[in-house]
Every structure is written in C-alpha cells, then in structure tokens.
C-alpha cells in the first residue's frame, strides 16, 4: 500500500475488504508516526499513511482494562 508501485492486487483485496473487518489500535497508530518522525523523509511517508491507509482500518481506542486483558501475568 505504501510502496511507490505496490502490488495491484493486494491494493485490490485492501478495497474489497470492508473497513470494519481491518483494525489497528491507537497505540500502533501513535507508534508508527513516533518512529516515521524519527526518520528521514518521515513527514512524507505519514501523509501517504493518512491518506492511503488509515482511511482503511478502523482505529481502536485502548484504555488500562483493554491493555490489561490479555496478559496472562496479570491477576486482579
């Protein structure tokens, strides 16, 4: 999806596939701009993600219980 010629048919099967079935969490999504903002040519790159990808997927808030869910160590 980001590369300068990406393979036409996973951006096919990107728009085939409702935006409620792809989902990333707001932690990523901070994650990701963190890191491209650390690297050169980072300010082109997140808005090629703005506009070709997060438009795409769901973004899931995460509070403390989300986070806390499915960790195995944690005992309440």
Same mark, same amino acid.
């Given at each position: 999806?980001?590369?300068?010629?990406?393979? /036409? @048919?996973?951006?096919?099967?990107? $728009?085939?596939?409702?935006?409620? %079935?792809?989902?990333? @969490? @707001?932690?990523? %999504?901070? $994650?990701?701009?963190? !890191?491209?903002?650390?690297?050169? !040519? !980072?300010?082109?790159?997140?808005?090629?993600? /703005?506009?070709?990808?997060?438009?795409?997927? /769901?973004?899931?808030?995460? !509070? %403390? /219980?989300?986070?806390?869910?499915? #960790?195995? #160590?944690? @005992?309440?």
């Amino acid at each position: 999806m980001l590369k300068k010629r990406p393979v /036409e @048919s996973i951006v096919e099967r990107f $728009d085939q596939i409702s935006r409620s %079935a792809l989902c990333t @969490s @707001s932690v990523v %999504a901070v $994650d990701l701009r963190f !890191g491209i903002k650390r690297i050169k !040519g !980072g300010s082109a790159l997140w808005q090629r993600i /703005e506009r070709d990808l997060l438009p795409r997927v /769901e973004i899931l808030s995460l !509070g %403390a /219980e989300e986070a806390l869910l499915n #960790d195995p #160590d944690w @005992s309440q």
